[in-house]
Nanobody, 124 residues
């Protein structure tokens, strides 16, 4: 059974940074892709960034390019999302997800497993 557990969220002032972590267990293949999504109150779940467990390219939503960075540690089975220059509009619950993809898909149905989410709140 695949399990994803996010951590690292919190309350931060505008312009601040956080590092979100997603620890995965039960994965039996490196062919899966990984994605970070976020969902603000009253809004749809939105793709933020993606990466392959096997390495290679990463993908970002236009709204976070240059500010967010996704990386993975295959030894620790953990994917990270470094979020910098935070803005109040980045406030949301951030979810990690994994599945068959395709890589960089912004469609939540492309991902088979989801974490419980971690809250990021950016105050002005």
């Amino acid at each position: 059974q695949v399990q994803l557990v996010e951590s690292g969220g919190g309350l931060v002032l505008a312009g601040g940074s956080l590092r979100l972590s997603c620890a995965a267990s039960g994965l039996t293949t490196s062919s899966y892709v990984m994605g970070w999504f976020r969902q603000a109150p009253g809004k749809e779940r939105e793709f933020v960034a993606g990466i392959r467990w096997s390495g290679g390219r990463s993908a970002y939503a236009d709204s976070v390019k240059g500010r967010f960075s996704i990386s993975r540690d295959n030894v620790k089975n953990t994917v990270y999302l470094q979020v910098n220059s935070l803005k109040p509009e980045d406030t949301a619950v951030y979810f990690c997800a994994t599945g068959r993809g395709p890589f960089g898909s912004d469609n939540p149905t492309s991902y088979d497993y989801w974490g419980q989410g971690t809250q990021v709140t950016v105050s002005s």
